[in-house]
């Protein structure tokens, strides 16, 4: 059975730092591409960042130079480095799995979807 569990969410204050991790089950995650959407409250989920297999990633543009994603094939672990937090970043972060190694930035491109964590930003 594939689980996928984020953590690392909090409250931080706009201007600081937080790191996501996603973890996952599954024996093949290295050749799974993985993607980390937002969500805010009755809006829809918002591409962030992806990874592929082969490690080339793709970001949202209000996140670019500022968040980065990496992943650790060894520990099943993909992770969202999220520098110069802003306001408008506030949101549940769900990491995803795409199956094929691709990275998507569409919220249909993914098998799998973990429960998410909440991120909070004080201004």
């Known amino acids: 059975q594939v689980h996928l569990v984020e953590s690392g969410g909090g409250s931080v204050q706009a201007g600081g730092s937080l790191r996501l991790s996603c973890a996952a089950s599954g024996r093949t995650f290295s050749s799974y591409g993985m993607g980390w959407f937002r969500q805010v409250a009755d809006k829809e989920l918002e591409f962030v960042a992806s990874?592929?297999?082969?490690?080339?990633?793709n970001y949202l543009d209000s996140v670019k130079g500022r968040f980065t994603v990496s992943r650790d094939n060894a520990k099943k672990t993909v992770y969202l480095q999220m520098n110069n937090v802003k306001p408008e970043d506030a949101a549940v972060y769900c990491c995803g799995e795409n199956w094929a190694g691709l990275g998507s930035r569409r919220v249909g491109g993914y098998n799998y979807w973990g429960q998410g964590t909440q991120v909070t930003v004080s201004s």
């Open positions: 990874i592929t297999s082969g490690g080339v990633t």
